[in-house]
């Protein structure tokens, strides 16, 4: 069997310590997760914003400062989103991008699974997105619980999968994730998602688009440095957070 990890557990950020809104907050936390598993924190550890008592500032609390602040938003109304500008795809891939100081992020409509998983071959995390089973709200009614996390790992019975020009699906025996928000086998009741596991029958079904060829995908772009500033922590930051990775 040939395994390949790219996220330490022990780098694994959770969405459930989020500071701003940390129920909602799974694309901005994979978003996290993703730099992790490219091993790009010690690269942008220098930039990342220090807080009033001089804590360094959570990396997924500044994604999402750089992504809702007044140029995430305008970024988020140039692709039409009329919603939070960190739940929007091509916003989150323009965040992780300032977050770095280069290109490293495309999000792309049109992967195959094929075309994800050779990726991972590659030793670079894929962003997927999809329906994780349902939930109920309070007044009784069932939802589907649309979310976000990372693509992280294969184990497969392909030997060359790490050379190979393709990745033979029927052979990968489990796919590993990233949830920030934990398993989504146990409903959630376990907070643990830093590397659960799924088959490829139940990703081709949970992604985007639902049981359909192609996929939904954020892929590392290596491209350009950028010429940006490390923008300043939010006014609204909190004084003081937890910089622990592991939930």
């Known amino acids: 069997m040939t395994r390949i990890q790219l996220l330490n557990a022990a780098n694994y950020w959770t969405q459930r310590k989020d500071t701003d809104a940390p129920s909602i907050e799974c694309q901005i936390t994979s978003g996290a997760n993703f730099l992790m598993a490219l091993g790009l924190f010690a690269e942008i550890f220098p930039r990342i914003p220090r807080l009033a008592t001089g804590i360094v500032q959570r990396l997924p ?12 938003r305008d970024e988020a109304g140039l692709d039409g989103w009329k ?35 050779l990726e991972i071959s590659r030793s670079r995390p894929v962003i997927v997105s999809g329906i994780f089973g349902q939930y109920r709200t309070a007044d009784g009614v069932m939802h589907d619980r649309a979310h976000v996390v990372c693509l992280t790992g294969l ?27 934990g398993d989504f086998h146990t409903d959630y009741a376990s907070a643990k998602g830093a590397e659960c596991r799924f088959t490829i029958a139940e990703l081709q079904h949970i992604l985007h688009d639902q049981d359909a060829p192609t996929k939904w ?19 609204e930051s909190p004084s003081a957070v937890e910089n622990e990775r592991t939930g």
Do not use: C, M
Request: hydrophobic fraction near 40%; proline fraction near 5%; glycine fraction near 4%.
């Open 61 to 72: 609390d500044w994604i999402n400062d750089v992504a809702e602040s007044q140029q995430g």
């Open 217 to 235: 995908g954020h892929t590392y772009t290596p491209v350009i440095s950028l010429s940006v500033e490390t923008p300043e922590p939010a006014k």
């Open 83 to 117: 919603g939070e500008p960190r739940e929007d795809h091509n916003v989150l891939a323009w965040a992780l991008d300032q977050v770095v100081g280069r290109k490293v992020n495309t999000f792309r409509w049109n992967l195959s699974l094929a075309e994800i998983f």
């Open 155 to 181: 184990e497969t019975s392909q030997e060359d999968v790490a050379i190979a020009p393709a990745v033979d699906l029927a052979q990968i025996t489990a796919a590993l994730i990233a949830d920030s928000y």
